[in-house]
């Protein structure tokens, strides 16, 4: 996907997050990476095999990963976004809004991530072939094939199975959107097809 397609729904994310940000007092502490700003971010970013950006998206992950354990009805609240999807969020935003710190955007993801959340425990399905693979949620799938079917682009039921009809719709639907159309629901493809 092109990366300015991933931006500007990043930037839509985070903005529609913002507004729906619920309040709260400040009164917790923030440890490590977190205190950075947003300029901190975007320079470490210029290596991404630096340290110090691996610190930056390694907190993102552990905050996200924690939020799994206290948001409520939620077993992964990043169904599909990997390390990749983080920072393309952080950098859409950070590049608007250089004085927010890394904690404050990320808040911003959790609420912006409830809609999209798995709720309960959903086994992990490894599909593809040997050149395109992903590990999905069953949960996921389902809710893919329903998405396709809304679409017209699949017909079978929504079972959470990946079978050869549901990768030729994907296949047909990475290729509308300018995906690599392999047929694989990777994150660039379940954000497309499964954001709000």
């Not at 992950?61 to 969020?89: C, K, M, Q, V």
């Not at 990946?162 to 994907?170: G, S």
């Amino acid at each position: 996907m092109k990366k300015s397609m991933l931006a500007a729904m990043a930037a839509t994310f985070i903005a529609s997050a913002a507004n729906a940000a619920e309040p709260h007092d400040n009164s917790f502490a923030v440890e490590g990476a977190g205190r950075f700003d947003c300029a901190a971010f975007l320079t470490a970013r210029q290596d991404k095999s630096s340290a110090e950006y691996q610190r930056l998206i390694g907190f993102v992950e552990g905050y996200l990963s924690a939020a799994n354990r206290y948001e409520p009805n939620t077993f992964d609240l990043t169904p599909w976004h990997n390390a990749a999807a983080f920072d393309i969020i952080l950098n859409s935003h950070c590049t608007q809004h250089a004085q927010d710190t890394v904690v404050s955007v990320v808040q911003r993801m959790v609420t912006g991530l409830r809609p999209v959340r798995v709720a309960q425990f959903s086994p992990l399905v490894e599909v593809g072939d040997a050149k395109h693979r992903a590990f999905v949620y069953e949960a996921i799938l389902r809710r893919s094939q329903a998405a396709l079917k809304v679409k017209g682009l699949y017909k079978g039921e929504e079972t959470g199975k990946f079978t050869p009809e549901m990768r030729n719709a994907l296949a047909a639907f990475q290729k509308q959107h300018s995906l690599d159309a392999t047929g694989v629901p990777d994150p660039a493809t379940l954000w497309t097809l499964l954001n709000p």
